[in-house]
């Protein structure tokens, strides 16, 4: 969703206010791409700051369908968002970037309140995601999910040095 910021800038001291829908409906990075499950409008304040400089405020909260990182069940993560930048509408594009330091959420006089929320999911997004804390994860061998059920493989790793040496023992027989 693009919205046009010609008319804030144009008087002083304007604000708006606006609620608006996220166009996207996953989070899609290099991770894989993650169905929202529920997500709420994002409510948009832009404030003309004078000289041309905008405060972009904006507030969201969404739950995204993610898979658990050890037995890849689906598990229901809740992001709440609050995000407020400034914006110098004097400045070039790569000027932005750089003083943002992230993507360019402002093109021209438009503002992409996707790319905007976008690039904040992306440094709030969990590093792990477990279905619970003690997850057994699943069997390597069978593929069996050990939260549900157990399975009879043989799955005690043997310590390297017990190896070889039991290698030494299978070869002198
Ligand atoms: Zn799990
Ligand atoms: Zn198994």
């Known amino acids: 969703m693009l919205i046009h910021l010609n008319d804030v800038l144009s008087c002083e001291e304007k604000t708006i206010s606006r609620a608006i829908d996220l166009e996207m409906d996953s ?6 791409s993650f169905p929202f499950i529920k997500k709420e409008p994002v409510e948009l304040t832009i404030t003309n700051l004078g000289e041309e400089k905008l405060r972009i ?20 993560i809740s992001l709440e968002l609050a995000i ?3 914006v110098d509408m004097k400045q070039t594009a790569e000027g932005r970037i750089e003083d ?42 069978c593929g069996t999910n050990l939260n549900h059920s157990s399975c009879s493989c043989d799955t005690v790793e043997l310590d390297p ?5 039991a290698e030494i023992f299978k070869n002198s027989n």
């Open 100 to 141: 943002l330091d992230e993507t360019d959420f402002v093109i021209g006089y438009n503002l992409d309140v996707d790319k905007l929320v976008y690039s904040e999911i992306l440094v709030n997004w969990p590093m792990k995601t477990l279905c619970r804390e003690d997850c057994k994860g699943i069997c390597r061998k």
């Open 84 to 86: 407020s930048k400034e």
């Open 27 to 32: 989070f899609d990075s290099d991770l894989g």
């Open 57 to 76: 405020e904006a507030e969201t909260a969404f739950t995204a369908a993610v898979p658990c990182d050890r037995c890849l069940e689906e598990v229901e």
């Open 161 to 165: 040095r017990m190896a070889v040496i």
